[in-house]
């Protein structure tokens, strides 16, 4: 019984020191949480503006006829889909939750529904974590990082989204797909499929009212194709670097909510196994008492 009590005692201080880091995880978490949220929450819009002005600089551009629809880069939608670059996103550590799973099993599907219509796929992977899951089940990555994820840049995101842009360009990929888990609030995360390449937007829906509309002018002088295309390249790298930081806020409230479980779990473990700790003893006492009774009860 002496042993069974040191057992559990030592098990009750294990869990206690669990919990302290777990405590000191969730805190860590929580801080960080803040400042991604708020980057994550200004990227976003800053995103959607830039979305806005490009579909009005391809609606007027396109009223003028200066060019075929098709003529214009990152928007051909003639090109028929052989070959699919799928960018995901995850995290460098674990301790999240169901956060970079989530996202793996977003990848996976995506991969299976195209290899199902004859369309080959590559993987190009930030974070550690997808990186490990892929190379351990012998998937091979086209390109990959392990710095993107804890340290979104805007110079990383443009460097690394470039080469898939490039292979777009040159013919060597039809369409490109950013796969991340994106923040949605506090208590929860939502996975984004976002399709990059070709552009998405709905040509045939410019009207004489549309046209007409707006204060932004291009002048016939202009070149608008090269116009379209740099900007193209800016939301391009732009969605890439938004990526990166709405999976960084999602993955820190994942592990927050994470963290703060496992505390709330150690609790438990440390209040039965207390209980556990008492009846242990309670019952090696009255077997002590009933040996005692004995024994006195012998000497009579």
Known sequence: MGNSLKDIRKEISSIKNIQKTTRAMKLV?????????EA????KIYSAKLNEVFNEIIQKTLSGNMFEKNDILFVDKTRQVKMVDIIFVTSDKGLCGAFNSNTIKAVVHLMNEYKNNGIKIRLRGIGKTGIRYFHFNEIEL????TTLSSNPSDE???EFIMKAVNDYINGVTDKVIIVHNGFKN????EIQITEIMPFCIDLDSITKEVQNDGEMLIEPTDNEKMILEELAKQYINYNMFYALIDSLAAELSSR???MDTATKNASELVKDLTIKLNKSRQAAITTELVEINAGVEAMK
């Open 29 to 37: 978490a929580n801080s960080k949480l803040k400042k991604a949220v």
């Open 186 to 189: 506090m208590l929860s995360q």
């Open 256 to 258: 927050m909510q994470a």
């Open 40 to 43: 994550a929450k200004r990227s």
């Open 142 to 145: 086209y390109d990959q990082s």
């Open 156 to 158: 990383g995101a443009s």
